[in-house]
């Protein structure tokens, strides 16, 4: 019998708002610099994506607005809940990302958050263009076409 690991608990956050807001270009894997106890609440799933975004400062990429909850057991050592937290991308990336992120209309958004096999914290990062009324119209009448289709199926 397999020995059960400690970080068999699977987290995995999504940002369920960025798909019907944007259309994904390109997605990237990349890590985290976190401090303290922003990793055990992470593993608690008590992380906000709704509001936000990634920015280039002085060459690399941060996320700003992402809401990690303060660990509930620690106690005078707790982290800031929100706080600008720096990605870790390789150099060829970064500048891939910077140069596309310049263009009119695409910005970079964050997707998800999970943790590896090797219980490290990552997040998936998307360069996207906004869509229009229409689009999103448009994903709500396929979204509906096949939750009607589901439910001919299980009659």
Do not use: W
């Not at 690991?5 to 699977?10: E, V």
């Not at 608690?44 to 996320?63: D, H, I, M, P, Q």
């Not at 150099?91 to 695409?106: D, I, R």
């Amino acid at each position: 019998m397999a020995k059960a690991s400690k970080f068999d608990k699977i987290v995995n956050i999504k940002n369920k708002k960025a798909s019907f807001q944007f259309e994904f270009i390109e997605k990237f894997v990349c890590g985290m610099v976190l401090k303290g106890t922003e990793i055990k609440s992470i593993r608690e799933g008590k992380v906000s994506l709704t509001e936000a975004f990634c920015v280039f400062l002085r060459g690399e990429l941060y996320v700003r607005q992402m809401h990690i909850a303060p660990y509930s057991m620690a106690a005078s050592y707790n982290h800031e809940a929100v706080r600008d937290r720096k990605l870790l991308l390789s150099k060829k990336e970064l500048e891939k990302l910077e140069t596309k992120s310049q263009e009119k209309g695409l910005t970079i958004i964050p997707v998800r958050i999970f943790i590896n096999d090797r219980g490290l914290a990552k997040m998936e990062i998307a360069l996207g263009r906004g869509k229009k009324l229409h689009d999103k119209r448009h994903d709500l009448k396929e979204k509906d076409a096949k939750r009607e289709i589901q439910r001919m199926a299980f009659d």
